[in-house]
């Protein structure tokens, strides 16, 4: 049962753009997210995240918008850059006993052309 | 450059052998994780570790021992492996676990150690 879903496995975007990564969950129970960027051989870097008690979270080019209703996140970067070309993974954490335990989707690939 | 540094980063060992991953933080993170990671896949999660106690097993097999000596430091102690254990496998560190909402830490990994089981 895949409770963090990822439904785009690539996106492609041209230098200068938006990039729209998204990110669907199915656990109620979860209440902070975060996204993380990875590149190849080595581990995923943390870049934002949002506790459920926002909507919204802005970090320079990265801003995370929580939409709790629709059980849904997504990460924008504006404007994109080549270096930003990585395999991006959205994650969810519930509280409780289950505290600290990270829940991962299954990554989007993302591409920015120059 | 990270800072959870772990070692390893390359290991093959045969199914029989015993061999012990490393990781190591140095800042002031209480909480501590190991993760495999399989290819074109997501980390999973294997054990927590908070202020040096076990606090989260994910049904690991006993075959995977983990250790937090002291509060910058985890192994992961491996015996007897099966091929399919081949993996990435990754360490993370975080502020102390608090049952606190309005304190929700990110989790900082490390490179991880790429253990291949002949």
């Known amino acids: 049962d895949q409770q963090v879903k990822q439904n785009s496995p690539s996106l492609s975007v041209q230098e200068g753009r938006i990039s729209i990564l998204n990110c669907d969950y199915t656990?109620?129970?979860?209440?902070?997210f975060l996204w993380y960027k990875k590149y190849p051989a080595e581990g995923p870097t943390f870049l934002i995240s949002i506790s459920s008690i926002k909507d919204k979270n802005e970090d320079g080019r990265f801003t995370v918008f929580l939409n709790k209703s629709a059980k849904h996140l997504s990460l924008h970067i504006v404007p994109s850059q080549p270096g930003d070309s990585a395999v991006y993974f959205c994650a969810a954490q519930a509280g409780g006993t289950s505290y600290g335990k990270l829940t991962f989707g299954q990554g989007t690939i993302l591409t920015v052309h120059p | 450059d990270t800072e959870v540094t772990q070692t390893p980063k390359h290991l093959v060992m045969g199914m029989t052998n015993k061999k012990s991953l490393k990781c190591e933080q140095h800042m002031g993170h209480r909480a501590m994780y190991w993760y495999k990671q399989k290819a074109k896949k997501p980390p999973e999660l294997m054990f927590v570790y908070s202020y040096e106690k076990l606090s989260i097993n994910e049904s690991v097999p006993s075959r995977f021992s983990p250790e937090c000596p002291n509060s910058s430091l985890l192994n992961l102690h491996l015996h007897a492996l099966q091929p399919e254990d081949s993996a990435l496998y990754l360490c993370a560190s975080s502020q102390a676990l608090l049952h606190d909402r309005a304190r929700n830490q990110p989790q900082h990994f490390g490179d991880g150690t790429r253990l291949s089981i002949l």
């Open positions: 656990n109620s129970m979860f209440d902070y």
